[in-house]
């Protein structure tokens, strides 16, 4: 079945520091969404990517979508205090209507 | 956004008993589905919640285990039953709007059997 990796597993960065996250699948994918829980938090929906090559920026977030629609990243530029949390991928293909859920990255960030 | 309600939100329950989670949606949900989270892991698919027939469960799952009802669009439940202490998770129900099926999450109930 399809799998999503996802790494790292965690980051701890300083305040003002960048983070990326990395989302690879084993299969092609019909869109990629990205999604973030807070601590103790549901995951909350950020974005989704369609297209191949896709770029799309939400503030300080950019989400890209691979060439081939099997990879995405996630970069958020200065992280600040607020951005802690896990930040999840999901992926989903041509087959059916469910989502396939990565790892997950955790965030801390040190103010 | 859709709006996603659940209850309860926390529950110990004690093993051998069954527990009911309640999950009502508002009206642009076209897909409901339930989720098991163990705490610090990422979402693991249950069954999809089907309006007036069977869920379909995910590899791992059976009905037995898991009953889920969706007599209507916007409510659905997912019981556990004959709970045990690896069933201690949190349980979140997800709607889906749109054509890419981007989801909205409840905010999960915590369950603890002792």
């Known amino acids: 079945g399809q799998q999503v990796m996802q790494i790292p597993q965690y980051q701890h960065v300083q305040e003002g520091e960048d983070f990326t996250t990395y989302c690879n699948s084993s299969?092609?994918?019909?869109?990629i969404q990205w999604y973030k829980q807070r601590p103790g938090g549901h995951p909350v929906f950020l974005i989704q990517?369609?297209?191949?090559?896709e770029v799309k920026k939400q503030k300080r977030l950019t989400f890209q979508f691979g060439e081939a629609k099997k990879n995405s990243s996630l970069h958020i530029t200065a992280t600040q205090t607020t951005d802690v949390g896990t930040y999840f991928c999901?992926?989903?293909?041509?087959?059916?209507?469910?989502?396939?859920f990565g790892g997950g990255t955790r965030l801390m960030v040190k103010p | 956004s859709a709006v996603i309600s659940q209850k309860p939100s926390r529950d110990i329950c004690q093993r051998g008993t069954s527990l009911t989670i309640q999950c009502q949606v508002d009206?642009?949900?076209?897909?409901m589905f339930w989720y098991r989270q163990q705490p610090g892991q990422s979402l693991t698919l249950i069954a999809t919640?089907?309006?007036?027939?069977?869920?379909?469960?995910e590899s791992g799952f059976v009905i037995d285990k898991f009953p889920i009802s969706r007599p209507n669009l916007t409510f659905s439940t997912l019981t556990v039953s004959n709970m045990s202490p690896e069933d201690s998770s949190i349980y979140l129900c997800?709607?889906?709007?749109?054509?890419?099926?981007?989801?909205?999450f409840g905010p999960g109930t915590r369950l603890t059997v002792t």
């Open positions: 009206s642009q949900v076209t897909m």
């Open positions: 299969t092609t994918l019909s869109n």
């Open positions: 999901a992926g989903k293909n041509n087959a059916g209507n469910m989502l396939t």
């Open positions: 997800s709607g889906a709007t749109g054509v890419g099926f981007q989801q909205y």
């Open positions: 990517l369609v297209k191949s090559g």
């Open positions: 919640a089907n309006q007036g027939s069977e869920a379909t469960y």
